[in-house]
């Protein structure tokens, strides 16, 4: 069975580094060595407060790691606000991962 896989792993990987206009070394691998991280309690208070209203309505699974804290510290307060918010308002039942919907949301507002 893993013979198929193969031969379609390898142009794929390959196609990836030929973005026009980017580097291989940049893009979402290069984000990730030097990303961000924090505890809840780095983050402005109403942001925190943003954060603690999600979790406890249940939009998202549990607290979120320090990664994803890192990504709303590298926010503007004003934009990671935006950003939370608009994640409380979406319909979350069409979310197989609602704290990964979060985190591309998060990422988009960082670019």
Avoid: C, W
Wanted: aromatic share 4%; hydrophobic share 35%.
């Amino acid at each position: 069975a893993p013979l198929p896989y193969q031969p379609m792993q390898q142009p794929y990987g390959q196609q990836q580094h030929q973005i026009p206009g980017q580097q291989p070394d940049q893009g979402l691998g290069g984000g990730k060595r030097r990303r961000t991280t924090a505890n809840i309690a780095e983050l402005p208070v109403t942001v925190q407060y943003a954060i603690q209203n999600l979790q406890a309505t249940g939009q998202i699974n549990g607290p979120l790691d320090d990664g994803m804290l890192g990504m709303v510290k590298d926010l503007p307060e004003n934009l990671a606000l935006q950003a939370l918010q608009k994640f409380a308002s979406l319909d979350k039942n069409t979310m197989r991962n609602k704290t990964a919907y979060l985190a591309g949301l998060l990422r988009r507002e960082l670019e």
